[in-house]
């Protein structure tokens, strides 16, 4: 049943900050990357004369790994990207543009702390850029500190007008004025803040739960996320007030887990599900190093929405035998939706196409796991957090394109649930 729109991120779509360093070299430029592709005896020639001493040598060897960290950036290929960047940095430690980039491919990777290091160096060196601000912005809001999220995005406003940023501030400021009188509580992995119209029970006894959950879903995915994540627990009317989510939507899950918990005093088996399943959704997004706070318009390697629905779905111990016949009903008469169609936001669906889109995704995911275990779903999730797409990821590890999964998927159904 659907029941989470978690998939779906917030929409505050925070680009790359610009990229243009400081005495950039039109030959350098040219050098580096040139016919799409990087270059790297030049940029070796580059290293050879920064370690010989030539003149302005460290910054045209700093820029050349900042031009090849933008095209593996621009290519989603997030890994090679920051080791670029960092590179770079060695050439060049005082650069702001080369401490925001690399601060924000950590953002990237939803690590949060670590990129707050290095924007803080770049602005020391730069303390008027507004994309410092704005990248800062990101990361307090990552670590649910909206306070500094606020006050950062005010600044990056004031520095410079920024659509982007200004979505991002009445987001933040929204939550902010929800959340005023919100209690709050924390655990090992967790912090919480719940309505004044919840008890304090049940505030413990969700994180109680969430820990448990935590604990099952590191061992079967073999992750931990690098940051602690954030849950809002809310009466009805203001998780549908706060989260626009659709009517089908039981929760949401946008960086932070946000759900509705009115006239509950403890955790029931139905809320327990659903705190599985979203935390499932923020496992995924930091394994993807797609937890973009909100990036659905520049998270270009974003686990697909069938995935993460179908593996939330699964995780929560859901399965398909009751959908197994329609399913095939559907596969049969050639009206399934092809994965490729629902790799995207499913916020705007109808109900009915919702329960179908879920109940399809659980049982690809289903299929993966009964036919090679949670190890291959585990390969395809690392490939996605690497850079590759989604349709490569499964040709690599399951030699199968999207056509033969859906054909395999409707054969394990009629074997597995056919009367």
Known sequence: MPGSSGADAANLAIAPPRMEARGASAEVELGAVHDGAIDRQYIAKLESAARSGEPSANRSAALGHHLAANLELAHGDMEHALIDARTALTYAPQEPVFLMNVGYLLLRRSEFKESLEYLERARRFAPDDADVSKLEGWAYYGLNKLDQAVAEWKRALALRPDKEVQVALDKALADKKEE?????????????????????????????????????????????????????????????????????????????????????????????????????????????????????????????????????????????????????????????????????????????????????????VEYIQQASGITDIDRILDRIGAGMATDAALREVLHSDYSDLMQSTAEYLRKTYGR
Not at 263 to 271: H, I, R
Not at 289 to 297: E, Q, V
Not at 323 to 333: F, G, P
């Open 180 to 364: 005023e009188s919100y209690k709050e509580n924390e655990s090992s992995h967790f912090k919480l803040r719940y309505s004044g119209a919840s008890a304090p029970a049940l505030a413990r006894d969700v994180l109680r739960t969430l820990e448990r959950h935590y604990s099952e879903i590191e061992s079967e995915l073999n992750f931990t996320p690098p940051e602690s994540i954030g849950v809002i627990l809310y009466t009805q009317d203001a998780f549908s007030d706060i989260t626009k989510a659709p009517a089908w939507a039981g929760a949401l899950n946008d960086g932070r887990i946000r759900v509705p918990v009115q006239g509950l005093t403890s955790v029931d088996g139905e809320l327990s599900r659903i705190l599985k399943h979203e935390l499932t959704h923020s496992f995924i997004a930091q394994k993807t190093r797609s937890a973009c706070i909100g990036l659905a318009a520049s998270c270009a390697i974003r686990a697909p929405t069938w995935i993460q629905e179908g593996l939330a779905q699964w995780m929560e111990g859901q399965r398909s035998r009751e959908d197994a016949a329609v399913l095939l009903q559907i596969y049969s008469a050639g009206r399934a939706i092809p994965l490729s169609r629902l790799e995207g936001s499913w916020m705007n669906m109808s109900g009915d196409t919702a329960r179908y889109a879920y109940a399809w995704a659980l049982a690809n």
